[in-house]
């Protein structure tokens, strides 16, 4: 009897490693890393998406990357046929395919399907948008928070085009988005999925965000930012809702100053991460690893319980050099 192939997934909040532990296991196991962080797959937002760079890939394949204009919508959807498409790919090569990111929606989408949701309402659209600008974000967002707390949890609350998607269905359909994920979806079939995740400390993981936050500022966020609206790109493109690109605007705007800008972001991005393991515990089964992914005993941990599930049917000859 045929085996079925293997798919490992890597989880976990932002600024915890999971790029540094999905490199390390795909040189362990023959893998090529498929990107599920929706920031990252913008072209020219770099720094401040903490995209790895060449030299931190280390010759590992990484996929869905670079693939979006500034401008460009990206649903969920269309991840989820994307990645299954490279997933084959992938496999057919002998390699193995691995997810890592942050993104719960994508995840969610790839592994567990869709669902057949309402058409959209441009009017009811046009409202939301309307109030969201009157009353602002957080206001859309708690709103969602009420119809559907569990979807609530895994979206941003500046990712204004997926909130307002999000409630948009509960308003239509008269039930909660994250219940109708759960019925009527064509899951991910053909696989052995093993998921691993990232949970270090919450204060060492505080800690690490503001660090590299102030990292992120001083390696060039901000002048960044400035490149990306020289070339035309409006300050309304999806990146720039994001932690750290929204308060570099702010900062070229002239409404805040680079020491508030900083602070702000680390705020934003740890509620954010707050909000991501929130996600994960919920929806997701997942082996959880209580440490960071540049941690050697923490990757000699993962790699062990991976080979263990995963058998041979991941051991595709010797490890990378």
Known sequence: MTKQPSLLVVVGPTAS?????????????????LNCDSLQMYRHFNIGTAKPTP????????????????????????????????????????????VAGGTGFYLRALIQGLFDGPGRDPELRQRLRARGEQKGTDYLHCLLGRLD?????????HDIPKVIRAIEVCLLARRPMSAMFRQGRQ????????????????????????????????Q??????????AKGCPATAPPFQSHGYR????YLLGRISR???????????????KRQMTWFRKEIEVRWFAGFGNDPQIQAEVAEYVATQLGSVCLKGEPRA
Do not use: W
Request: hydrophobic content about 35%; overall charge negative.
């Open 17 to 33: 490693g999971k790029s540094s532990l999905a490199v390390h296991l795909a040189k362990q196991f023959q893998g090529e890393i």
């Open 149 to 157: 707390p569990v979807s609530a949890a895994g979206i941003h609350t």
């Open 247 to 250: 308060q570099a605007l702010d």
């Open 187 to 218: 899951a991910l079939d053909g696989y052995r999925v093993c998921q691993v995740g990232l949970n270090p400390p919450r204060a060492e993981l505080y800690e690490r965000i503001n660090q590299r936050t102030e990292l992120l500022f001083e």
């Open 259 to 273: 020491k508030d800008a900083i602070r702000h972001a680390q705020a934003g991005t740890r509620q954010y991460a």
């Open 55 to 98: 030299e931190e890939r280390e010759g590992i394949p990484h996929h869905l990357l670079d693939i979006l204009e500034p401008e460009e919508k990206f649903s969920a959807g269309e991840y989820a046929r994307q990645a299954r498409e490279i997933l084959a790919e992938v496999t057919n090569r002998g390699k193995l395919p691995m």
């Open 220 to 229: 060039g966020l901000i002048e960044e930012a400035s490149d990306i609206l």
